[in-house]
T-cell receptor, first 113, second 115 residues
């Protein structure tokens, strides 16, 4: 089963607006990552946040992590048409085989002009 | 670097045929992952290797699926015999640190259609 569940499943906004996507997970994690997937392409890593971090920034991206609520959010500010893609969170486990990343169900973001 | 290279990009085959998907990871990466993506099940980890050795194949759906990594620069995922429910996009990814700590680099995927 999926470790992460993204919310909403789909999001449509206009260029210039901010987009917020949420991810919830079930078990303890070592880190949480966000990836982008353009239609028909492979996934591209965006940002990683470790379990002892609460917020991280990268360009127009801001990620927050609340381990007590087992949730994370990805904020894209001043969105552009080129941000249209699916966004996935992925979690790295706290114990056992640390190499296994489990991906969520994804949020489809549509940015219109 | 050319990135992770997968072939073929598209494969259409008939039920019962053997399918072989290929992956060349990024040079120097010592972890290689095979994922499958479908609308119904999302992204599923099938198997991953560390230094060419299979570490966890618990995601491989059935004995019809097998994966090998004969050397650091090449891996195959084989389905024999193929079935329509195997239709999906298969991704290969690699990384140079434990995948739970670092970023995965994905190939463009192999879209498989089994008729």
């Amino acid at each position: 089963s999926q470790q992460g569940e993204e919310d909403p499943q789909a999001l449509s906004i206009q260029e210039g607006e901010n987009a917020t996507m949420n991810c919830s997970y079930k078990t303890s994690i070592n880190n949480l990552q966000w990836y982008r997937q353009n239609s028909g392409r492979g996934l591209v890593h965006l940002i990683l946040i470790r379990s002892n971090e609460r917020e991280k920034h990268s360009g127009r991206l801001r990620v927050t992590l609340d381990t007590s609520k087992k949730s994370s959010s990805l904020l894209i500010t001043a969105s552009r048409a080129a941000d249209t893609a699916s966004y996935f969170c992925a979690t790295g486990p706290n114990t056992g085989t640390a190499s296994k990343l489990t991906f969520g169900t994804g949020t489809r973001l549509q940015v219109t002009l | 670097d050319a990135g992770v290279i997968q072939s073929p990009r598209h494969e259409v085959t008939e039920m019962g045929q053997e399918v072989t998907l290929r992956c060349k990871p990024i040079s120097g990466h010592d972890y290689l992952f095979w994922y499958r993506q479908t609308m119904m099940r999302g992204l599923e980890l099938l198997i991953y290797f560390n230094n060419n050795v299979p570490i966890d194949d618990s995601g491989m759906p059935e004995d019809r699926f097998s994966a090998k990594m004969p050397n650091a620069s090449f891996s195959t995922l084989k389905i024999q015999p193929s079935e329509p429910r195997d239709s999906a996009v298969y991704f290969c990814a690699s990384t140079s640190v434990s995948g739970g700590y670092g970023e995965l680099f994905f190939g463009e995927g192999s879209r498989l259609t089994v008729l």
